[in-house]
Structures are given as structure tokens and as C-alpha cells.
């Protein structure tokens, strides 16, 4: 059973940076993908970053390029999230989510959409003072 949970929310200043990990285990098929959504308070739940496992490809949300960096490390089982330049509108409740596939994001369009997520860890609250 495919089993995924996120740490290292917290609190940090407008200008700051925070790291979340991903432990994700138990995938079955050869190939998957691991997502960062994130959820404000009021606001529905929207895609960040995602990562495929077989080649590293990656997708940014517009509002985060250039800020946020997702990176894997597989020997253990890990997807990091560096959040730069953070700002109080990246306040949120983050989720770490994956599914298995057979083809990269870059072959696919909308590669963070929701329904493609099979599996969700219980989130990790960051908040961002200003």
C-alpha cells in the first residue's frame, strides 16, 4: 500500500525559507509522481510542484517558479520542497500527494491536476509572517 507523509511546516519570516520532506513508500509500479499542493485558509487546495520518479522531471506552479525547488532523494524514498523567498501569501496548509504512472508529466497535459493524485498525507502547516 502506497503510503505518503509530509513534515517541516512551521513558521517563518516574509523573506524566509522553509524545507518539507515527503517519505513516500510502497508504490508498486516502476514509475510514479510526487506533488505538492497547498491549501489557504478560505481558498481551494491548488498545485504547486511535482516530480517524476523515472527521469526528474519537473512542474512548477507560476506563482512559486523561481522560489520554490522540489528534488528527490531516493535512497530515501524522499521529496524535498525548498520554499525561498517566502511570502505571507504562501501561507498554508501543504499536502504531499502521488500517483503511479506509465509516462513522465512532460507527456502529459495538466500534470498536477487533482484527480490524478491516488494518494494524500495528512498536510503540514506553514505560515509566513509579515
Known amino acids: 500500500e502506497v503510503q505518503v507523509a509530509e513534515s517541516g511546516g512551521g513558521l517563518a519570516q516574509a523573506g524566509g525559507s522553509l524545507r518539507l520532506s515527503c517519505v513516500a513508500s510502497?508504490?508498486?509500479?516502476?514509475?510514479?509522481?510526487i506533488g505538492w499542493f497547498r491549501q489557504a485558509p478560505g481558498k481551494e487546495r491548488e498545485g504547486v510542484a511535482c516530480?517524476?520518479?523515472?527521469?526528474?522531471?519537473?512542474y512548477y506552479a507560476d506563482s512559486v517558479k523561481g522560489r520554490f525547488t522540489i528534488s528527490s532523494d531516493y535512497t530515501k524514498n524522499t521529496v524535498y520542497l525548498q520554499m525561498n523567498s517566502l511570502n505571507p501569501e504562501d501561507t498554508a496548509v501543504y499536502y504531499c500527494?502521488?500517483?503511479?504512472?506509465?509516462?513522465?508529466?512532460?507527456?502529459?497535459?495538466?500534470?498536477?491536476?487533482?484527480?490524478?493524485?491516488?494518494?494524500w498525507g495528512q498536510g503540514t502547516q506553514v505560515t509566513v509572517s509579515s
Open positions: 500527494a502521488a500517483y503511479e504512472t506509465l509516462e513522465p508529466i512532460g507527456a502529459v497535459s495538466n500534470p498536477m491536476a487533482q484527480w490524478r493524485f491516488d494518494y
Open positions: 510502497g508504490f508498486l509500479f516502476g514509475d510514479y509522481v
Open positions: 516530480i517524476t520518479r523515472s527521469d526528474g522531471s519537473t
